[in-house]
């Protein structure tokens, strides 16, 4: 084959300037040349979003992988989900924060702002403006210019502490303020210590009545001045303590030009103690750049376990700033107390426990991709992420759906029951998996005994809404009341498929059978005279009239043509139902081709999600939301797997980039982000449960993985490009690969997988007998193909 010499000359320069960074990755195997990528990550890709339009709807988290607190800068109020707007020109503050999503909002916040000149504590007040031009974002450090007062604030972080460095000009009137925010709050400074401890309890929802959020501050300057600020910004002169609804505290400096001022801080749920504690544990004597250097390793170490060589910097940016933000939550919720014990105060019942606890995280959108790729990368997390399952069933009675920090009342389905599935059926161990199948089978039998939230309403987002419907009639009803009633009957079959699995594991050999009839369900909806499908009523007739364009009603946050694919467990089902390969192909083009028409009437207003399908120019394939994610991939178990190369290829170079404006949608907690590294790799979990990933096409030349069994497996596209984006061939260890599934087994016993790439597709290649990925209803020979 003639050799492309621009390309190759290419290549090697991007190699070269990739392996000229600090800190060479160790984790690249024989042969490989990987740089450290931790400063290919941009953490404000995805930040210039609003309430209308999501190019993300992520801020700059500065923080530790999965840390307990990050911190962020922000430019707008406090309270705001939408803390930090790319497009905004003031900076309000700094803050510590929890907010896994701007539609969950935060917890235990509260900021620091620098100034100098005339004293202003109202925040919209002491706002400054600054740059992007003037502005440092990474992972492990923050860093901006306050124009207005001409101060350099810098921020570096550990899991639950951080260090700022604020660079003063000369001023006899140089500050820091302290917000500790609304809902009730607390600051007393200790000037003699150069000290200011407090708490903050404002919250969004999920936390008992003893909830606070304890904070230490410990500055390198003495104060010249020692104020509080109660409720109503006013401010105590020479009074060091303040409690109210809204309190803050004050404190001044005459600074030189140039002059730093440091600020430790830290944080506990557990006591003042405990944050104490995790200040002296975490930043003890370092400084500044300490902190630094051991913030910039934790993300080397962890973003050089995926080595990738191509010459297309900006896919590898997008590649690792989209893995970033799969490296954040759930976020860890525990401490470490005096004796070394791992402890946790609980979000459900206030107390102070022993064990693990993770939470902020959806599992609506993150089973789908972040949990599958925590079984290859993540392993020893993922057992304690099981095990901090088990803690919250103890404690509330319940599995969590959706938690920041405790029960969430939003989205739909049993999905908890898919990750503890994925986790124990891969091999992942080191929890109680007894609890956590009561748990789960008490998710599929009950709906009585919910928590409530403080106001009395039952949280209708944990268990199963409707479940004794679901049970006795296989769905849940159109007419019954409850919405979203579709969505809901399509994800408990899914999740009854993954209970079956782990029954089965466990030797519960009529549970077993039970769910796994019930994870036939699905079929109860598919009406035939649409082709989509639709809400049933009670009396077994079809919700009417019926517009497949409509979204929400009997579906979540999605259409018909978005959720009818929502069949995980059973994809040769569905094509069974649709009339075979080329009708299943057909539809699956449909969705494609269709103009991005809607009918927005159940919500009344054109919603976020609605708008960023409409815009985007791909027909009626809504890639911001989660429910069609995986549709590309269906093409594999049709007999058409060029159609999913082409989507999956089309997706990633259209709808990612590392950008300020670089995601199709909302984030979500990773999850938008882990279809993007998973189908960068060239594979995707199309079934969570199974022990299988559904090829794709590979974005790179090179991909390698360090799994954490020492092992690694490799992803060789040599002559892939832009161009070549259809698999010709594949082999697997020299072995000639012609399926279209790869399994965990092959992958974490490491290995080579080798495809070799053409422009043109090859409609041999992945359609064979076999070739198929799983499905519970199992494929007719090669079936007939989709064209």
């Given at each position: 084959m003639p050799i492309d010499r621009r390309a190759a000359i290419a290549f090697l320069t991007a190699v070269a300037?990739?392996?000229?960074?600090?800190?060479i990755a160790q984790a690249a195997g024989p042969g490989a040349q990987c740089g450290d990528p931790v400063d290919l990550i941009n953490p404000l890709m995805g930040t210039d979003s609003t309430f209308e339009l999501s190019n993300g709807n992520t801020y700059p988290a500065i923080a530790l992988p999965w840390g307990m607190n990050f911190w962020t800068p922000t430019t707008n109020k406090a309270g705001d989900g939408w803390a930090y707007r790319y497009h905004d020109t003031k900076l309000w503050g700094f803050k510590q924060t929890h907010q896994p999503s701007p539609w969950m909002n935060d917890y235990g916040a509260f900021s620091l702002m620098a100034e100098t000149g005339p004293l202003r504590i109202k925040e919209d007040e002491r706002a400054s403006w600054f740059s992007h031009k003037a502005e440092i974002a990474r992972p492990y450090y923050y860093r901006a210019y306050l124009a207005d007062y001409d101060v350099t604030a810098e921020i570096a972080p550990t899991e639950r502490a951080a260090q700022f460095r604020f660079t003063f000009p000369e001023s006899d009137q140089s500050w820091i303020v302290l917000d500790a925010f609304d809902k009730g709050s607390m600051v007393t400074i200790l000037p003699k210590e150069r000290r200011i401890i407090g708490y903050a309890r404002n919250n969004s929802g999920g936390v008992p009545g003893n909830f606070h959020s304890y904070f230490v501050l410990q500055f390198d300057h003495d104060f010249t001045v020692a104020d509080t600020w109660g409720d109503g910004w006013k401010r105590q002169p020479g009074m060091p303590h303040a409690e109210g609804q809204r309190v803050g505290a004050i404190v001044g400096f005459k600074t030189r030009k140039g002059e730093q001022v440091g600020v430790r801080v830290a944080s506990s749920f557990i006591s003042p103690e405990q944050a104490q504690l995790n200040l002296d544990r975490e930043i003890g004597q370092d400084d500044f750049d300490t902190t630094k250097a051991k913030a910039r390793k934790a993300w080397s170490d962890l973003e050089g376990r995926y080595c990738i060589a191509d010459p297309d910097l900006d896919n590898r940016r997008t590649f690792f700033s989209a893995l970033y933000r799969t490296q954040l939550f759930p976020r860890r919720f525990y401490e470490i107390d005096r004796a070394g014990q791992v402890v946790h105060y609980s979000p459900y019942d206030g107390q102070v426990l022993p064990g693990y606890m993770y939470t902020d995280n959806g599992f609506w959108d993150t089973f789908r991709a972040v949990f599958p790729l925590y079984t290859i990368m993540q392993r020893k997390l993922d057992g304690e992420i099981m095990q901090g399952l088990v803690n919250t069933y103890r404690e509330s009675g319940w599995l969590p759906e959706w938690a920041s920090p405790g029960h969430r009342d939003v989205m739909i389905g049993s999905n908890s029951t898919s990750i503890i599935a994925d986790a124990y059926l891969k091999g992942i161990r080191g929890f109680d998996i007894g609890t956590l199948y009561e748990a789960m089978k008490k998710n599929a039998t009950t709906s009585a005994g919910r928590p409530k939230t403080a106001d009395g309403?039952?949280?209708?987002?944990?268990?199963?809404?409707?479940?004794e419907y679901y049970n006795r009639l296989g769905y849940v009803p159109y007419d019954s009341g409850i919405k979203e009633n579709a969505a809901r009957t399509l994800e408990y079959a899914y999740a009854d498929f993954a209970l079956s699995r782990v029954a089965t594991a466990l030797g519960k050999t009529e549970d077993a059978a039970l769910f796994r009839e019930r994870a036939q369900n699905y079929r109860k909806l598919y009406d035939p005279s649409t082709g989509w499908m639709r809400g049933r009523n009670k009396d077994g007739s079809f919700e009417t009239p019926f517009n497949p364009l409509k979204w929400g009603d009997a579906f979540t946050e999605g259409n018909a043509l978005h959720y009818s694919w929502s069949v995980f467990q059973d994809v040769q089902g569905l094509i069974d139902l649709m009339g075979g390969d080329r009708a299943f192909v057909a539809k699956l083009d449909s969705v494609f081709d269709s103009p991005p028409k809607f009918d927005d009437s159940y919500y009344g207003f054109t919603i976020h999600e609605i708008r960023e399908m409409q815009i985007v120019?791909?027909?009626?394939?809504?890639?911001?939301?989660?429910?069609?994610?995986?549709?590309?991939?269906l093409y594999d178990y049709a007999g058409a797997p060029w159609k999913a190369q082409l989507h999956a290829r089309e997706t990633m170079k259209k709808l990612y980039m590392a950008t300020p404006d670089g995601y199709p949608g909302d984030e979500d907690n990773g999850q938008t982000s882990a279809w993007y590294v998973f189908s960068a790799l060239g594979f995707y979990p199309v079934t969570p449960g199974?022990?299988?990933?559904?090829?794709?096409?590979?974005?790179?030349?090179?991909?390698?993985?360090?799994?954490?069994?020492?092992?690694?497996?490799?992803?060789?596209?040599?002559?892939?490009?832009?161009?070549?984006?259809?698999?010709?061939s594949a082999t697997l260890d020299g072995r000639p690969l012609d399926r279209t599934w790869l399994s965990q087994a092959e992958i974490m016993a490491g290995g080579t997988l080798r495809f070799r790439m053409g422009p043109t597709p090859n409609k041999m290649w992945g359609t064979g007998p076999g070739a198929a990925p799983f499905s519970m209803t199992k494929r007719p020979g090669a079936g007939q193909r989709g064209q």
């Open positions: 300037i990739t392996c000229s960074s600090p800190g309403k039952t949280i209708s987002a944990v268990g199963r809404e409707g479940v120019d791909m027909g009626n394939y809504a890639h911001g939301n989660q429910p069609i994610q995986h549709m590309i991939y199974a022990d299988q990933y559904v090829i794709g096409s590979p974005l790179f030349r090179h991909a390698e993985l360090a799994l954490e069994n020492g092992k690694r497996f490799v992803i060789d596209a040599p002559n892939n490009s832009a161009a070549n984006i259809y698999i010709q």
